[in-house]
């Protein structure tokens, strides 16, 4: 098999991405020749490198941290991996019978997953403050940060271990528009 093959979407493919991210037939297709546009090794997956490519997340301040959380195991992804990923995207709305990672709860868990650096399911203070200097850049102060953290943790930390806990974080995200700012448009 050559690599050209190896590549290819068979139909039975696209049915089962269909299925299992609620993506219809076309928009599959779409994507899988955006993917196929940033696979620049033709091996038919994509790295870390791949991903950074991609215009929206190369000068989002958080695109590393979300380009971290596609890559999950530390190695590259295929297509089908891709899909999964994009269909936490998707909006809320879409296809909410057949599709379960477009979910809110499948949102937060995965924005929950970009603040948690060491992935130990709970956001510290250092992690926190990572993420905001990522956010703000040198505009504001060590302090003013070290105070935002502060103010944020106590806000949402019912049981007082100074880490915010995931049901800490879907409490605190309550009254967020996960659909507004966890939505990203890829087909337009
Ligand atoms: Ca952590
Ligand atoms: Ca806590």
Redesign the pocket.
């Known amino acids: 098999m050559g690599t050209r093959a190896s590549i290819q979407l068979q139909d039975s493919e696209i049915r089962e991405i269909q299925a299992e991210t609620g993506f219809s037939h076309n928009q599959i297709v779409r994507l899988y020749s955006r993917f196929a546009n940033l696979d620049k090794s033709r091996n038919g997956s994509l790295s870390r490198a791949d991903f950074l490519r991609i215009p929206e997340l190369a000068i989002n301040p958080l695109g590393d941290r979300l380009v971290q959380s596609f890559f999950q195991e530390n190695t590259d992804i295929n297509f089908r991996q891709f899909m999964q990923v994009l269909s936490r995207f998707r909006p809320i709305k879409a296809n909410p019978e057949k599709n379960k990672l477009n979910t809110r709860e499948e949102k937060l868990k995965f924005a929950f997953k970009m ?10 203070k250092n ?1 926190l403050l990572t993420i905001l200097h990522m956010m703000v850049g040198t505009n504001i102060s060590e302090e003013q940060l070290g105070s935002i953290a502060d103010r944020t943790i106590s806000e949402v930390d019912d049981d007082k271990d100074n ?1 915010i806990s995931f049901q800490e974080f879907v409490k605190a995200m309550e009254r967020v528009d996960v659909e507004q700012k966890m939505s990203i448009r890829f087909l337009h």
């Open positions: 603040y948690d650096l060491d992935g130990d399911e709970l956001i510290s992690e880490c």
